[in-house]
């Protein structure tokens, strides 16, 4: 059983900064291909940043430039990061973590992805 769970959600002011975190664990794997979605009511679920068994990233083109993803792990989790820098009320969305164990070749399409956490909320408002 893989375990996916988000932290670090928030309100920010725009132009401000958050760290989003993200531990997967179990099913007995150490490595997974990790992707970050957001999705606000009544809009489809938006890839914005993975990071492959590689560490290869890719990044949707509204939040190039602004967001990075990075990954770590121990011997039995995976920690991943989102740094969302010079936020905008756009980015305002519930933010969800997702995890894979085969290659997603950068992916952001999320029915690659097979495990998912329950989200976290960002709030960008002045």
């Known amino acids: 059983q893989v375990h996916v769970v988000e932290s670090g959600g928030g309100s920010v002011q725009p132009g401000g900064s958050l760290r989003l975190s993200c531990v997967a664990s179990?099913?007995?794997?150490?490595?997974?291909?990790m992707g970050w979605f957001r999705q606000v009511p009544g809009k489809a679920r938006e890839g914005i940043a993975s990071?492959?068994?590689?560490?290869?990233?890719?990044?949707a083109e509204s939040v190039q430039g602004r967001f990075t993803i990075s990954k770590g792990r121990d011997e039995n989790n995976l920690f991943l990061q989102l740094n969302m820098d010079s936020l905008q009320a756009e980015d305002s969305a519930m933010y969800f973590c997702?995890?894979?164990?085969?290659?997603?070749?950068?992916?952001?399409?999320?029915?690659?992805?097979?495990?998912w956490g329950q989200g976290t909320q960002v709030a960008v408002a002045s």
């Open positions: 997702a995890a894979e164990r085969s290659q997603c070749y950068g992916s952001l399409e999320d029915f690659v992805y097979e495990y």
């Open positions: 179990g099913g007995g794997y150490r490595n997974f291909c």
């Open positions: 990071i492959d068994l590689n560490g290869r990233t890719r990044y």
